[in-house]
């Protein structure tokens, strides 16, 4: 089996955007490096400022480079791409989905320590650069850079690719976990007891579902939620062991529970259902009240 540690750069991240440095090491299952690849490519489309910005790639840098299948960093990919050998890639869709975009469809067994990092250190931080700092990985760099006689720059595909292999190397010494038991934890999902962004950072999801549901359906309708934050707000949502607190957003009664405004207005309650703008869950509530009036 070999093992890729694999890191792309690219023009930006929106649909459209493209490969412009594509960068692995290849290592044997003692994790030994054997074998380091890195490569600008010509992009089809422009690199955006903003992509500059962080990779500091410009167009004068690729303007002269090949196509990305043209490079041999591409063709050898090809040649490894099979189901017997490893792919660790740090966000793995992100990379596997710009790679799909030059006809490239991995047959790899996967691991993403951006996910096993959620699996294993679940109350820390999962960006590569930041674990960079905060696991000492930078304090190995020079060695591997001096024993290979290569250079790196911090945020180009090189750079995080030796910081990656550093991380897997970490994870392997530091955590009792197989090959296998990581490829698994990789497909598995993450279940997260708070959110860590957006209105309720940090706040528990269990306790959000209570307070706030009109914010959780409304999560739920997002096509572009997190998988593994949509899966943690649904195992809440089935294990809760108390009542949602559906309140008047505006209105006469703003604030205030439906069930308080049952007791001193049901006419108000009623007139809302039919007239007032409002999510499903909080409809459907409404009329369980009305109908038991």
């Known amino acids: 089996m070999k093992i890729i540690i694999l890191d792309t750069e690219t023009t930006g991240n929106k649909d459209e955007d493209r490969i412009c440095q594509l960068s692995y090491l290849v290592l044997n299952e003692n994790l030994e490096i054997e074998e380091i690849y890195n490569e600008l490519v010509k992009p089809p489309v422009d690199i955006k400022f903003e992509a500059m910005a962080v990779h500091h790639i410009t167009p004068e840098m690729v303007e002269n480079k090949p196509k990305i299948k043209f ?87 090189l750079g995080d690719v030796v910081v990656l292999y550093l991380l897997y190397k970490y994870i392997n010494e530091n955590f009792d976990k197989s090959t296998e038991e990581l490829i698994e934890l990789t497909k598995k999902p993450v279940l997260h007891d708070k959110f860590y962004q957006g209105k309720y950072k940090f706040e528990k999801i269990r306790d959000i579902l209570i307070k706030d549901p009109d914010y959780i359906e409304y999560m739920l309708s997002l096509t572009d939620l997190d998988p593994d934050v949509k899966y943690s707000i649904e195992h809440y949502l089935e294990n809760l062991d108390e009542e949602p607190q559906f309140r008047f957003g505006i209105g006469k009664y703003k604030g205030m529970l439906i069930e308080d405004v049952a007791e001193i207005d049901i006419q108000y ?25």
């Open 269 to 293: 309650l009623s007139w809302a259902y039919h007239n007032m703008k409002m999510g499903k869950w909080m409809r459907k509530k409404i009329g369980e009240i009305l109908g038991k009036n």
């Open 71 to 157: 490079t041999k960093a591409y063709k050898r990919l090809k040649e490894l791409n099979s189901p017997e050998n490893l792919i660790v890639i740090h966000n793995a869709k992100f990379d596997l989905d710009m790679l799909k975009k030059e006809d490239f469809n991995p047959y790899f067994k996967l691991i993403d320590t951006f996910r096993i990092l959620k699996h294993l250190m679940p109350e820390g931080k999962f960006s590569l650069q930041y674990n960079r700092y905060a696991l000492g990985l930078y304090k190995k760099e020079n060695e591997i850079c001096e024993k290979h006689n290569i250079e790196i720059n911090a945020h180009d595909a």
